[in-house]
């Protein structure tokens, strides 16, 4: 099963319009931009970074910002398209991913969540370890969130007279 899943969505991503490429290169360039920028990952003087990133921050980060791209693009339609019920899945895996992914790659002490509820000692002691868990978890989440919304766009139920004879 998990394998015609994709399949699928493969066969989906090779059905994609010059539009809908645009749109993915241009969604996970902006998620490169605005994530990088704001986790410190591309240096800047809007934020600062207490704890300096770990050597795995930064395949997290290009990836996640690929495959929320992809994401991003499977929600622009084709002109003249219906949109069917199939097609409206991988919001929340794709938004609770996006924001797991985030927490991910911040610097532990940086997050005010994790420093109000932990302290300074706490968020070093038991958030920056848990990052790594939250990076593998954002990544399948997007990962599950893309497969779904591609496998939806290939094959999606399309009621026909003979099936709704039988029902």
């Not at 992914?101 to 940086?110: E, N």
């Not at 497969?147 to 399309?158: A, D, E, N, T, Y």
Request: proline share 6%.
């Amino acid at each position: 099963m998990l394998f015609s899943y994709l399949r699928e969505a493969a066969q989906s991503l090779r059905m994609w319009s010059t539009r809908r490429i645009l749109v993915a290169i241009a969604a996970a360039g902006a998620s490169t931009i605005i994530i990088g920028l704001s986790t410190v990952l591309i240096p800047n003087s809007f934020f600062s970074r207490d704890i300096p990133p770990v050597w795995w921050d930064y395949p997290v980060w290009i990836l996640m910002s690929v495959l929320l791209g992809v994401l991003v693009a499977t929600y622009v339609r084709e002109p003249g398209a219906r949109v069917t019920s199939s097609e409206r899945r991988g919001g929340t895996f794709g938004t609770v991913g996006g924001m797991l992914g985030w927490f991910a790659v911040g610097c532990p002490v940086c997050n005010k969540i994790a420093l109000v509820v932990l302290g300074y000692t706490g968020a070093l002691t038991y958030f920056a370890p848990l990052q790594p868990v939250l990076a593998v978890l954002s990544v399948v989440l997007l990962l599950v969130a893309v497969v779904v919304r591609l496998k939806g766009q290939f094959s999606c139920p399309v009621p026909t007279r003979e099936r709704s004879a039988q029902a």
